[in-house]
């Protein structure tokens, strides 16, 4: 009988006249225990840098909206000054009419 409880190829080895698989050494074990602790090692270390990078994500993600809400209000002081900017003109077009119309009428006064 086999020494592994659920050898389901037992039947199969013994048609071809394999020999039943030797028992995992010691040695054998250990190197296994380490490629595991490496693995997952490994799948710890990748899981932990994929975190991270989410929660750069988040940050970048705040930061655009921030910076969107700053964009818009830039906007609308930029209108707000091309506005202002219009009306003094049109002041100082009205102002120098005025200051031309005085100038140009004479004084009867003198």
Same mark, same amino acid.
């Given at each position: 009988?086999?020494?592994?409880?659920?050898?389901?190829?037992?039947?199969?080895?013994?048609?071809?006249?394999?020999?039943?698989? =030797?028992?995992?050494?010691?040695?054998?074990? #250990?190197?296994?225990? %380490?490629?595991? @602790?490496?693995?997952? +090692? /490994?799948?710890? !270390?990748?899981?932990?840098?994929?975190?991270?990078?989410?929660?750069?994500?988040?940050?970048?993600?705040?930061?655009?909206?921030?910076? =969107?809400?700053?964009?818009?209000?830039?906007? #609308?002081?930029?209108? %707000?000054?091309? @506005?202002?900017?219009? +009306? /003094?003109?049109? !002041?100082?077009?009205?102002?120098?009419?005025l200051v031309?119309?005085?100038i140009?009428?004479?004084?009867?006064?003198?």
């Amino acid at each position: 009988m086999s020494s592994a409880p659920f050898d389901l190829l037992r039947e199969k080895r013994e048609e071809l006249g394999l020999q039943q698989p =030797a028992l995992a050494s010691q040695s054998d074990r #250990q190197t296994m225990l %380490k490629g595991a @602790a490496i693995g997952t +090692g /490994l799948i710890g !270390l990748l899981l932990g840098l994929t975190g991270l990078a989410v929660l750069r994500g988040l940050f970048v993600e705040a930061e655009i909206d921030r910076l =969107a809400r700053v964009e818009a209000e830039e906007q #609308q002081l930029q209108g %707000k000054f091309t @506005a202002s900017a219009q +009306g /003094l003109r049109t !002041l100082e077009q009205s102002n120098t009419a005025l200051v031309n119309g005085l100038i140009g009428t004479r004084s009867s006064s003198a």
